[in-house]
């Protein structure tokens, strides 16, 4: 990765607002969710993109011709996190009601079903008067880039690893206190990094599955990041700043000021603009190596839990909640 895009935060360069009043309707709108859409996923070729929502459905959609392919059922509360494995066999949907649902991609059928055990128990804080009994939430769901194995970040201080040619639990790792809200993987598999709610970020070595470096990060959602720069850095959505880490190190290069109650964050393929959204009613798209603000969307409801980059790096997807997913072409938007 070009040297530029990484001195852009060792010289302190603020994000700033230059946006001009841009009217671009969406390139397309997808309606199919009855409720507030929480979360969207690519497929790994762009193909199909799953969304995920608060009428606890997932919906596949078909992204050459921006169909709706299924609606996928089984969970009893809202969909939190989903996936595809990297050869597109299945879809995985992680849920609030305790279970992680294995779908078959081509026929929509319910092939397995993750019971996360135990179903409840006491999570603990700093006063213990509000120490209570919680329903054991699944917050993540992530492959290995090989798809052999199935990861599932729960409310607990777990991360549960399980095979994926018949979906066994084979080994627990006890990560966040405050539950683990995502999962990713270095293009190598080498790292894995995981994300708890205001509390820390953990670089994993994925041989010993022991923490390589703690990134300490108290005010994030820490439900969303990115490596990049061939893996040697990433970049999370804290509150409402864009955090910059070393991973080699562990060391925060730069908090740079966005906008308020930050819920996504993503780099395009080639790293020369970043997404984010938040719960401000803003979608904005920066320009990475300048820090300005290109184009912003606001939508007429707050809380807009995920916004999407595909793989192409030419469409941009935005989650809302009126259970619609907003579609554009990037090409459009920086002109």
């Not at 190598?188 to 708890?196: A, F, K």
């Not at 997404?275 to 409801?301: R, V």
Request: aromatic letters at 12%; glycine letters at 6%.
């Amino acid at each position: 990765m070009k040297k530029y895009i990484i001195a852009i935060f060792i010289v302190l360069v603020q994000f700033q607002v230059y946006s001009q009043k841009n009217e671009i309707q969406p390139y397309k709108i997808l309606e199919g969710h009855t409720y507030k859409i929480n979360y969207l996923h690519f497929s790994n070729d762009g193909r199909y993109l799953a969304s995920g929502g608060w009428d606890n459905y997932t919906i596949l959609w078909d992204m050459e011709n921006f169909s709706k392919l299924k609606t996928l059922k089984g969970h009893s509360d809202w969909v939190r996190e989903l996936n595809i494995t990297p050869n597109n066999k299945y879809v995985v949907s992680g849920s609030h009601d305790g279970t992680v649902n294995i779908y078959a991609l081509n026929t929509g059928e319910l092939k397995h079903v993750i019971k996360i055990t135990p179903e409840n128990f006491i999570k603990k804080g700093i006063y213990p008067e509000f120490d209570r009994r919680v329903k054991n939430a699944v917050c993540a769901v992530s492959f290995t880039p090989d798809g052999k194995y199935l990861l599932v970040g729960t409310l607990d201080e777990y991360i549960r690893i399980f095979d994926t040619s018949e979906f066994e639990l084979i080994n627990k790792l006890k990560a966040h206190h405050n539950g683990t809200g995502y999962i990713d993987f270095s293009k190598d598999g080498n790292l894995m990094v995981s994300g708890s709610i205001y509390k820390e970020l953990i670089v994993w070595d994925t041989q010993t599955y022991l923490p390589k470096h703690i990134l300490k990060e108290h005010r994030g959602y820490n439900s969303s990041f990115q490596l990049f720069n061939q893996d040697k850095y990433l970049v999370n959505a804290a509150n409402d700043t864009i955090n910059v880490w070393n991973v080699t190190n562990g060391e925060l290069i730069r908090s740079i000021p966005a906008q308020d109650k930050l819920q996504s964050v993503q780099l395009t393929p080639d790293e020369k603009y970043m997404l984010t959204c938040g719960e401000d009613h803003m979608l904005i798209l920066w320009d990475f190596e300048s820090g300005k603000e290109l184009w912003s969307y606001k939508n007429s409801k707050p809380e807009l839990a995920d916004c999407k980059i595909s793989p192409n790096g030419e469409l941009l997807a935005l989650a809302t909640p009126e259970g619609k997913i907003l579609i554009w072409e990037i090409k459009d938007l920086v002109k």
